[in-house]
């Protein structure tokens, strides 16, 4: 395996104020919310396996869609940890057993990324 990506997607984004207390990676462009547009606009060629490491029952609420609409391939969710840098450690384990060679870091909250 080469190339790996970590979205990084537990936050819970205290510092934009929203109506509705949800986190700003969730918060919906249309009908698509900001990971998802992310990952749609993402070139499935760059990264062979993809982890979003989010709090797991989040992921179930916003991001069904993800396996469901088959947004892009190799797509697997890890639980976040207390600040981002235990979710990067945690990514980075749940990584070890495909061996990448390159690993990507990402913010889920900055989805307009070339």
């Given at each position: 395996m080469k190339n790996a990506l970590i979205i990084l997607a537990g936050g819970i984004g205290r510092?934009?104020?929203n109506s509705t207390n949800t986190?700003?990676?969730y918060i919906?462009?249309?009908s698509t919310n900001i990971i998802e547009y992310f990952l749609k606009n993402l070139d499935k060629n760059?990264?062979?396996i993809i982890v979003i490491v989010c709090v797991l029952k989040m992921s179930k609420k916003h991001l069904v869609n993800i396996k469901k609409n088959n947004i892009s391939h190799n797509i697997h969710f890890t639980q976040s940890g207390i600040n981002r840098q235990d979710s990067s450690k945690k990514g980075l384990f749940f990584l070890?057993?495909?061996n990448p060679k390159?690993?990507?870091i990402h913010d889920a909250a900055r989805?307009?990324?070339?």
């Open positions: 510092r934009l104020s986190p700003k990676q919906k462009i249309g760059i990264f062979d070890r057993k495909y390159k690993v990507l989805p307009f990324v070339t």
